[in-house]
């Protein structure tokens, strides 16, 4: 299992952000490959070449990097293939509204494209239902994340309630 971190503009700029998050790895013993760090598209405004020094630093200790609420921020695509980046999150407010909207739709479906051709796991967030996760499969979306699978609980809850999450049974 992975576990997935949001991390601040405030915490990545800072100085000692990569010996901090290598020594609490080395102090819990957690392995480094189960680590996803998520960003937001406003962290990578300012210092984009010193967050790529300390992504590729912290990827070289086998530290996966998450780009969460794709496409809800200041996107550039030369940014997004420069990134080392290990998959991408189609924001909650375009799943919620693609049978709706079909202009969510079609930004859903490029996400999901996109990361594909770009060889990135997608992963859509906002998932609350059977219809919403269906669609996504359809279109090649292949992780969920959403009110479908479960509500946000303390660590003490998730610890009993994993194990009685269904895998995700593939097309």
């Not at 996107?75 to 909207?101: A, C, E, G, W, Y």
């Amino acid at each position: 299992m992975t576990i997935a971190v949001n991390i601040s503009a405030a915490q990545m700029h800072h100085n000692s952000f990569v010996d901090d998050v290598l020594g609490i790895l080395k102090q819990t013993g957690a392995p480094a490959n189960r680590l996803e760090l998520e960003l937001t598209e406003s962290l990578l405004i300012d210092n984009v070449e010193q967050t790529i020094e300390k992504m590729l630093l912290l990827k070289a200790e086998g530290i996966r990097f998450s780009l969460d609420d794709f496409g809800t921020g200041f996107s550039s695509l030369n940014l997004l293939i420069n990134l080392p980046l290990d998959t991408l999150k189609v924001d909650q407010s375009f799943v919620r509204d693609m049978h709706r909207d079909a202009r969510d739709l079609a930004v859903v479906r490029t996400i999901i494209d996109l990361g594909r051709s770009l060889a990135l796991n997608v992963i859509a967030e906002g998932v609350e239902n059977l219809d919403q996760r269906d669609a996504l499969q359809r279109f090649g979306c292949r992780s969920f994340q959403g009110f479908l699978y479960a509500r946000p609980m303390p660590i003490e809850a998730f610890a009993s309630h994993s194990n009685t999450i269904p895998p995700y049974q593939g097309l």
